[in-house]
């Protein structure tokens, strides 16, 4: 038996692209309740976001993880982190501008709303979307 699935998996074609993540992928935004779709104008609000796995996002995380090693080996040597809420905002807008192809239907420019703390209702959903293979 074994060697007939083995048979009939030789038979079948494999293309690896059947199993790779999509390169982008849309988020369509909710309102700060959840309960539906964010609208300007009538319109909803989609933001056109980059998989984990191309190389502009694992470059930005590459980022982040080599300053946060940095911050620790610092602290390691008894240095004091001069980590700031600001500094830690910038850190964070960053990764999203690298992963953020476009932004429909919304006025402002990707790093105004990522890092305008007011929207971070906006920034958590778009973090947590890219962080999920599933959606690519």
């Not at 590459?62 to 390691?76: G, Q």
């Not at 830690?88 to 990522?114: C, G, H, M, R, W």
Request: charged share 20%; proline share 4%.
């Amino acid at each position: 038996m074994n060697q007939a699935v083995n048979t009939a998996v030789a038979n079948v074609a494999f293309n690896i692209a059947d199993f790779e993540a999509s390169d982008t992928a849309w988020l369509e935004v909710q309102t700060k309740k959840d309960d539906g779709p964010l609208l300007f104008n009538g319109e909803p609000v989609r933001i056109l976001l980059r998989s984990p796995g191309t190389k502009e996002a694992m470059s930005a995380q590459h980022k982040v993880e080599l300053a946060n090693t940095n911050r620790m080996y610092a602290a390691m040597r008894g240095k004091q982190a001069n980590e700031t809420v600001e500094s830690k905002v910038e850190q964070a807008t960053k990764k999203l501008l690298a992963v953020t192809v476009q932004i429909d239907n919304f006025p402002i420019s990707a790093q105004e709303l990522y890092s305008n703390p007011k929207l971070g209702y906006i920034t958590e959903q778009v973090t947590k979307f890219h962080s999920d293979w599933a959606n690519f």
